[in-house]
């Protein structure tokens, strides 16, 4: 598998939308599952996003529900991460990752995924 590779990123100010892309080849995704996570100085990498179950279930961790919206292009092999309202507290560096096969509770450790982008700097101005 290539390493995943994020885009999208930048700086935007509080209420406005990114559109995160993570091209992703060599993961089929009806065996992997993919999911978007971040890491703001100070602080632990968390779980932001994730899509499993060959593509039919998704995770969504509380603070980013009803903002942010994970999707994927089979045919593209890309990974997205829609971000609208957007908020300073979202500042972080966004990494992109993969697991072989995983449940919803995968996505409570960023020890779960083995694979991982370079990630992409979010910053929301207030």
């Known amino acids: 598998q290539a390493q995943p590779v994020e885009s999208g990123g930048g700086s935007v100010q509080a209420g406005g939308s990114l559109r995160l892309s993570c091209a992703a080849s060599?993961?089929?995704?009806?065996?992997?599952?993919m999911g978007w996570f971040r890491q703001a100085p100070g602080k632990e990498r968390e779980a932001v996003a994730g899509i499993y179950a060959n593509g039919g279930r998704t995770y969504y961790v509380d603070s980013v529900k009803g903002r942010f919206t994970i999707s994927q292009d089979n045919a593209k092999s890309t990974l997205y991460l829609q971000m609208n309202s957007l908020k300073p507290e979202d500042t972080a560096m966004y990494y992109c990752?993969?697991?072989?096969?995983?449940?919803?509770?995968?996505?409570?450790?960023?020890?779960?995924?083995?694979?991982w982008g370079q990630g992409t700097q979010v910053t929301v101005s207030s």
């Open positions: 990752a993969a697991r072989w096969r995983c449940q919803a509770s995968d996505f409570s450790s960023w020890n779960n995924f083995g694979y």
């Open positions: 060599g993961y089929s995704y009806g065996s992997y599952c």
